[in-house]
């Protein structure tokens, strides 16, 4: 017998738990009618001040929760409570993502059946947010004006793995000399056909648009899933 | 950083599947690492080493493959490789593409003493 080593074929992804939970928790949130909603960006793009003002948009039709990951502090989810009466600030320590696993543990006590859409703000980070599927339905990643237009070839990983990329912070837009058609070019090269809206939480602009977005997206998850079940 | 993380998750991974196998002792692991996995190689090979530590894993080799990006052009019912990571349109007739591979984060297969 020869004691040369023996490869075994496996084929195992590494983030399988992760994965299967996802799951799990998409299926979920489907039973109950919820559309999941998640943002992802660098730190201070503005995240928190757009979910504040995109709660209280969409708040006023439909019934909205948050769930905030940040590394310290519960800083976020008091800012947020004003906006939404449910939020859940995820403390993960020295983690610098969200996993699936702090999404199940954050609406264990909750009732799904009292929401229509869920809103995830991700730990402020451009790299390791991406390898973790929540059991979203829609990933939204954030740019804002001050942070430079090349942060989409800089980070293409983050901006490949979301579905719609929000430029916010576009009353600064002018101050920081954005260059908005290079900012349009660049997250067309990395992530082609994607959809790219311009908000500003402070004045307002483009936030209807956002909050529309949704609603319609929520209506379609529910049409899809209604059809889904007569067929079976 | 979550390297971490993910070795973690690679050697309780393995020792799934070690004990579902009665016991193996693991001399190298091979992965599969595709370039949009958002994972970084070298961060990722210190991170192993340091997570094997005191566990059955301690002093195995990390192999790591790196996965180039495959694009499939539904325009062209062609697959290619994009120009570069930043370039993700069909090289062809600039259409979005669809990424069929490079997102790739797996254990490929294990080598065991015989």
């Known amino acids: ?232 | 950083m979550h390297e971490l993380s993910i070795a973690i998750s690679m050697i309780d991974q393995i020792q799934e599947e070690s004990e579902s196998r009665g016991g193996l002792t693991v001399k190298a692991v091979h992965l599969s690492l595709g370039l949009l996995s958002g994972v970084d190689k070298d961060a990722l090979q210190f991170c192993y080493k340091a997570a094997c530590q005191g566990t059955f894993l301690e002093g195995s080799q990390l192999v790591i493959e790196v996965v180039p990006i495959v694009l499939y052009c539904p325009a062209c019912l062609t697959e290619s490789r994009p120009v570069s990571i930043q370039q993700l349109a069909c090289p062809e007739c600039r259409t979005a593409g669809r990424v069929i591979r490079g997102h790739e984060l797996e254990v490929a297969s294990l080598e065991v003493a015989a």
């Not at chain 1, 590494?14 to 998640?38: I, M, P, T």
């Not at chain 1, 939020?87 to 009732?111: F, K, N, R, Y």
């Not at chain 1, 916010?168 to 660049?186: P, S, W």
């Not at chain 1, 997206?217 to 899933?225: D, F, K, P």
């Open chain 1, 1 to 232: 017998m020869s004691d040369s080593p023996r490869l075994i074929e496996v084929r195992a992804k590494v983030l399988k738990q992760n994965d299967l939970l996802a799951r799990s928790l998409r299926e979920r949130f489907h039973a109950a009618g919820v559309y999941v909603v998640s943002f992802v960006s660098s730190p201070g793009s503005g995240k928190t001040r757009f979910l504040e003002g995109l709660l209280t948009l969409v708040g006023r039709q439909h019934r909205v929760a948050a769930l905030v990951g940040d590394l310290a502090t519960e800083n976020d989810a008091m800012r947020l409570k004003r906006a939404a009466s449910r939020v859940q600030q995820i403390t993960t320590g020295t983690i610098c993502h969200l996993d699936a696993s702090m999404i199940e543990t954050a609406i264990q006590s909750w009732d799904l059946a009292e929401l229509d859409l869920l809103f995830i703000e991700n730990v402020g980070n451009l790299v390791c947010p991406s390898s973790y599927d929540l059991g979203e339905d829609l990933r939204f990643v954030l740019l804002s004006t001050t942070e430079g237009e090349d942060k989409p070839l800089k980070y293409p990983t983050i901006f490949n793995t979301a579905d719609v990329a929000l430029l916010t912070k576009m009353d600064m837009a002018e101050a920081a000399d954005f260059d908005r058609d290079a900012a349009h070019r660049n997250i067309q090269s990395v992530r082609p056909g994607m959809s790219v809206l311009e908000v500003s939480a402070k004045t307002g602009e483009g936030m209807e648009a956002v909050a529309t977005l949704l609603g319609d997206r929520l209506a379609a998850s529910r049409n899809s899933l209604t059809v889904q079940a007569a067929q079976s």
